[in-house]
């Protein structure tokens, strides 16, 4: 016994029920049958023939005749699916990089508390108005140990922030 794989590609096929025509197909062409009964019920004078319904009857057949056709091998009822929703999706196509929506949310290292509080900011200094001696002691700031230094970077600007952690005894 020869044991094939099929690819996933295949199981799309459609099956083919009477000559060429698939499910899909019949139903469209047999619902004329359906929809000329309903309308020949429906529509005045009731269960009587009218020259209008007669038109009516011939346009609905010719309209369920051409979505029917095969058209790069799909119907013309999905092509005219794709260019509705197409057409009925947003026209503009909005990013913003700034949202939080499915991130994830940086986890914070666990700090000791008492470190913590030890801690001493020196505040904010504009990097155009240091003289040479705070140059000097900023440098000697970084330097000693335990200070942390955090680099940040928001709106085309360098923000530098030295934090020094006091010893325990």
Not at 106 to 116: D, G, L, R, V
Request: charged share 20%; glycine share 6%.
């Amino acid at each position: 016994m020869k044991i094939t794989v099929v690819p996933a590609q295949v199981t799309t096929l459609e099956d083919k029920i009477v000559g060429n025509l698939t499910l899909p197909q019949l139903l469209i062409l047999t619902a004329p049958i359906f929809g000329d009964t309903l309308l020949y019920v429906i529509l005045p004078p009731v269960l009587r023939l009218a020259v209008y319904k007669f038109i009516l009857f011939g346009l609905f057949f010719i309209v369920c005749s051409l979505l029917a056709i095969r058209v790069r091998g799909r119907l013309v009822v999905d092509w005219l699916l794709v260019v509705v929703r197409y057409n009925f999706r947003p026209q503009y196509y909005l990013y913003d990089k700034q949202s939080r929506f499915g991130r994830e949310r940086p986890q914070k290292p666990k700090e000791n508390t008492e470190a913590i509080s030890n801690r001493k900011f020196y505040g904010h200094i504009n990097h155009h108005s240091l003289s040479v001696a705070q140059i000097i002691q900023t440098q000697k700031r970084i330097s000693e140990p335990g200070t942390m230094v955090n680099f940040t970077a928001k709106k085309g600007g360098l923000y530098v922030r030295i934090t020094q952690v006091k010893p325990q005894n």
